[in-house]
């Protein structure tokens, strides 16, 4: 389960977070998530996943697709 304690530091506030890339269920670059949610899901310089925008009713139910997807849990939701 992604920690809330850990979040990657480009996230904007609200539901959605990606967590920090250096703890252990941190992203791995997969590129999953910003090429499904473009709205929503941005990747630093170093190829590590944020959310850049929270998601509007429209997206809602690819963000919470995306949570399921992600190998490694690291997106959660507040
Ligand atoms: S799906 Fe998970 S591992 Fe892949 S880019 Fe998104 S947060 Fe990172």
Same mark, same amino acid.
């Given at each position: 389960?992604?920690?809330?304690?850990?979040?990657? =530091?480009?996230?904007?506030?609200?539901?959605?977070?990606?967590?920090?890339?250096?703890?252990?269920?941190?992203?791995?670059?997969?590129?999953?998530?910003?090429?499904?949610?473009?709205? $929503?899901?941005? =990747?630093?310089?170093?190829?590590?996943?944020?959310?850049?925008?929270?998601?509007?009713? =429209?997206?809602?139910?690819? $963000?919470?697709?995306?949570?399921?997807?992600?190998?490694?849990?690291?997106?959660?939701?507040?």
């Amino acid at each position: 389960m992604a920690d809330l304690n850990n979040v990657h =530091e480009l996230n904007v506030k609200g539901t959605f977070f990606c967590t920090a890339p250096d703890v252990d269920d941190g992203c791995i670059q997969c590129g999953l998530c910003p090429s499904q949610v473009p709205e $929503v899901f941005g =990747e630093d310089e170093d190829g590590s996943a944020y959310v850049h925008t929270q998601p509007s009713n =429209e997206h809602i139910e690819l $963000v919470e697709e995306a949570i399921l997807d992600c190998p490694v849990e690291s997106i959660g939701k507040r």
